[in-house]
């Protein structure tokens, strides 16, 4: 069975919780579409952290990632509503969302938001 966008997040036991490191996660092939315009906008996310308890499982990232692509949201309200729903599904002692978006109408964004 095909696999289908989903936004929830599914968190899995840290497998060393006493240790301090960092979790980096990267991916070129995020997209959204323009609540303005209703053209798609694409993005390269970048998510690291410092897990706490848990780590979000990989496969669980990419279906929320991908439910984003038929929803309208402005690039830094899409940031901020990652970080918030990775953040509330692993609780990690620090975490940080990049998005670098692909140029539009000439410019280039690039959003940082970071918890705590």
């Known amino acids: 069975m095909p696999s289908r966008p989903s936004k929830e997040l599914q968190a899995i036991p840290n497998p060393h919780p006493g240790r301090r490191y960092e979790v980096r ?23 690291s952290y410092f897990p706490g308890e848990f780590i979000v499982e990989l496969k669980s990232l990419k279906l929320y990632l991908w439910s984003y692509r038929d929803e309208g949201a402005f690039h830094e309200d899409v940031t ?12 990690p002692n620090q975490m940080t969302v990049i998005t670098d978006w692909l140029v539009r109408g000439g410019i280039h964004t690039v959003v940082e938001a970071s918890h705590p």
């Not at 996660?25 to 998510?47: K, L, S, Y």
């Open 25 to 47: 996660c990267d991916t070129p092939e995020f997209t959204c579409i323009c609540p303005m315009t209703g053209q798609p906008d694409f993005a390269t996310v970048t998510v």
């Open 80 to 91: 901020n509503r990652i970080l918030d729903d990775l953040v509330g599904a692993i609780a």
